[in-house]
């Protein structure tokens, strides 16, 4: 089963407000990626992070890594439709893995 | 440059049907994985090969599921005797190396009657 926990599995937002995003492991994990599936669509890489306590901004989106390597959050400022779609987290859970297992997803709907 | 590429896009198959999934990766990309989608969940990892040899199979659901990459660019995914809980999108992605960023083709859709 899935190994990294992710909240909430859906969030309806009006366009213009913040949503977030939240990814959880009960191990320490080496790094972490966030991908954004669009309806109809495939993952596609948004993000990596590697160092504790990472922050990294993209245009609206700010992701973080927390200080004890186990969480991110993906959060997105001021919310616009292009914003549709589903949103997740992805890590290898040991170091010797390639593999990535992801998160099971947040859908963000974006009310016009 | 290319995507990956992925055929068919959509495949529909009775209960027992053999089928062929085929992965195109990105030219050079040497390390290539098999993922499975099914509705409301992240994909999920199926099989791995970096270059002709599959680095790890740990996710194939059972042996009706095998997977070859022969000359180390093209994939294909076989399933054997299909199932209705098969039904899914099979996910390709392929990356330069073992940390880079994996690429994702736009997945096969596999519907078992």
């Known amino acids: 089963g899935q190994q990294v926990m992710q909240i909430p599995q859906y969030q309806h937002v009006q366009e213009g407000e913040d949503f977030t995003t939240y990814c959880n492991s009960s191990?320490?994990?080496?790094?972490i990626q966030w991908y954004k599936q669009r309806p109809g669509g495939h993952p596609v890489f948004l993000i990596q992070?590697?160092?504790?306590?990472e922050v990294k901004k993209q245009k609206r989106l700010t992701f973080q890594f927390g200080e004890a390597k186990k969480n991110s959050s993906l959060h997105i400022t001021a919310t616009q439709t292009t914003d549709v779609g589903t949103y997740f987290c992805?890590?290898?859970?040991?170091?010797?893995?390639?593999?990535?297992?992801f998160g099971s997803g947040t859908q963000l709907t974006v009310l016009p | 440059g290319a995507g990956v590429s992925q055929t068919p896009s959509n495949k529909v198959t009775e209960k027992g049907k053999y089928v062929e999934l085929r992965c195109d990766p990105i030219?050079?990309?040497?390390?290539l994985y098999w993922y499975r989608q099914s509705l409301g969940q992240g994909p999920e990892f199926l099989i791995y090969?970096?270059?002709?040899?599959?680095?790890?199979d740990s996710g194939l659901p059972n042996d009706r599921f095998f997977a070859v990459r022969p000359e180390g660019s093209v994939s294909t995914l076989k399933i054997q005797r299909t199932e209705r809980g098969d039904s899914a999108v099979y996910l390709c992605?392929?990356?330069?190396?073992?940390?880079?960023?994996?690429?994702f083709g736009p997945g096969t859709r596999l519907l078992v009657l």
């Open positions: 992605a392929s990356s330069a190396g073992r940390e880079e960023t994996q690429y």
């Open positions: 191990t320490t994990l080496s790094n």
């Open positions: 992070l590697v160092k504790s306590g």
């Open positions: 992805a890590a290898r859970l040991s170091g010797s893995a390639r593999q990535l297992t």
């Open positions: 030219s050079g990309h040497t390390a």
């Open positions: 090969f970096q270059g002709t040899g599959a680095a790890d």
